[in-house]
């Protein structure tokens, strides 16, 4: 339970992982969230699963990550999924989608 808290809301400073902890990162995926959102804790939820680990971005203690996410995407709302691929940016908004996309990625990192 502390792993997957830890997992959700990040690591906390002097506090080690457990060494069976070895989630795959997926490189080119920024997440862009907020703790008390509870639709970012459901797309956090789907990350811990499938034990998987993405950039992470708090949309009010990041540098510099509201303005991101505005110029970028549009809009300042959050869940937000970036996803860089191929030198383009996607951003995906709904946690229904992006917890989605995040299935489908998990299921191609097992193959």
Same mark, same amino acid.
């Given at each position: 339970?502390?792993?997957?808290?830890?997992?959700?809301?990040?690591? &906390?400073? %002097?506090?080690?992982?457990?060494? /069976?902890?070895?989630?795959?990162?997926? +490189?080119?995926?920024?997440? +862009? +969230?907020?703790?008390?959102?509870?639709?970012?804790?459901?797309? &956090?939820?789907?990350?811990?699963?499938? /034990?998987?680990?993405?950039?992470?971005?708090?949309?009010?203690?990041?540098?510099?990550?509201?303005?991101?996410?505005?110029?970028?995407?549009?809009?300042?709302?959050?869940?937000?999924?970036?996803? &860089?691929?191929? %030198?383009?940016?996607?951003?995906? +908004?709904?946690? /229904? /989608?992006?917890?989605?996309?995040?299935?489908?990625?998990? &299921?191609?990192?097992?193959?």
């Amino acid at each position: 339970m502390i792993n997957m808290l830890r997992r959700l809301f990040g690591n &906390q400073p %002097g506090v080690p992982r457990s060494a /069976d902890s070895k989630p795959v990162y997926l +490189y080119g995926l920024t997440l +862009y +969230y907020l703790p008390s959102c509870p639709f970012c804790a459901k797309v &956090q939820w789907a990350l811990v699963k499938h /034990d998987l680990a993405v950039t992470k971005k708090h949309l009010m203690t990041s540098a510099g990550a509201r303005d991101e996410l505005i110029h970028g995407g549009g809009k300042p709302t959050v869940p937000c999924l970036r996803i &860089q691929r191929n %030198g383009e940016d996607r951003w995906l +908004y709904e946690s /229904d /989608d992006i917890v989605a996309y995040l299935n489908k990625e998990a &299921q191609d990192a097992a193959r």
